[in-house]
C-alpha cells in the first residue's frame, strides 16, 4: 500500500528493506529546480520513494523542466511528491522527526551515521522518520526548527557554509541504506 498523496503508480525498487517504506524526505522552501529533481534521484538510488516538497519556490516545481532533467530514473518519485504550504502539514502524525542543519554550536545533533544507527532501530519498533531539509540558502527557519525533535550535521573538513541540498538527501540516504543492511546482516 501505498502512503496517502503519493503516487500509486511508483516502482518498487529491487531492494525493499523495512527503513524505506517509513521514511519521508521533505525539502522546505526548496528555490532551485535542479536539487528538487536530483534529490529525487538522490533518494531513489538508495531505495527511498517518499519526498515532499513544502511551499517550493516558483522555480522548484516538480514539473520544471530542470527538475525534470535532474531526476534521471525517478521521475516517478519527483511527481509524486506532495506539495504542502507548512510544515506542520506535511508533518502530519509524523514519528521521529529530524531537521538537518549546517549550524555549529547545537547542541546533541546526530551524525548522519548515528541517525542511520538510531532510525533503523526505532523502524524496528514501527516509528517512522520524516528527515527535514531547509532552503538552499537559509536553511530551516525558527518555526521549523521548533517541529524537528532531533537534527542532524553531515560533518564536514573544508570551512563550507554547508554542501548542496541534493547532496545532503544522498548521503542521509546513504547511511539509512548502509545501516538498514548491516541490522539485515546482524539478524541473519
Keep these: 500500500m501505498k502512503p496517502e498523496g503519493f503516487a500509486e503508480d511508483t516502482p518498487t525498487p529491487d531492494l525493499r528493506l523495512p527503513i524505506h517504506a517509513l521514511t519521508t524526505f521533505v525539502l522546505v522552501r526548496p528555490h532551485y529546480p535542479e536539487n528538487v529533481g536530483a534529490a529525487a534521484r538522490a533518494i531513489k538510488t538508495m531505495g527511498f520513494l517518499r519526498l515532499a516538497l513544502v511551499r517550493p519556490g516558483r522555480l522548484a516545481a516538480p514539473n520544471h523542466e530542470m527538475a525534470l532533467k535532474m531526476a ?3 521521475k516517478d518519485v519527483l511527481l509524486g511528491a506532495p506539495v504542502y504550504q507548512s510544515l506542520d502539514e506535511a508533518l502530519g502524525p ?8 549546517s549550524r555549529r554550536g547545537v547542541s546533541g545533533v546526530l551524525t548522519a551515521r548515528d541517525l542511520g544507527r538510531r532510525a533503523v ?8 522518520l520524516v528527515l527535514v531539509f531547509g532552503n538552499e540558502k537559509t536553511g530551516l527557519g525558527e518555526a521549523e526548527r521548533a517541529l524537528c525533535q532531533d537534527f542532524v550535521r553531515i560533518p564536514m573538513a573544508a570551512d ?3 554542501i548542496n541540498l541534493a547532496q545532503a538527501t544522498q548521503v542521509i540516504a546513504y547511511e539509512l541504506l548502509l545501516a538498514a543492511l548491516d541490522a539485515r546482516a546482524d539478524n541473519g
Excluded at 94 to 101: E, K, R, Y
Excluded at 121 to 128: D, F, L
Design 72 to 74: 534521471v530514473k525517478s
Design 121 to 128: 532501530e526505532r523502524g524496528a519498533a514501527g516509528q517512522s
Design 160 to 162: 563550507q557554509p554547508s
Design 94 to 101: 509524523a514519528g521521529w522527526v529530524v531537521g538537518t542543519t
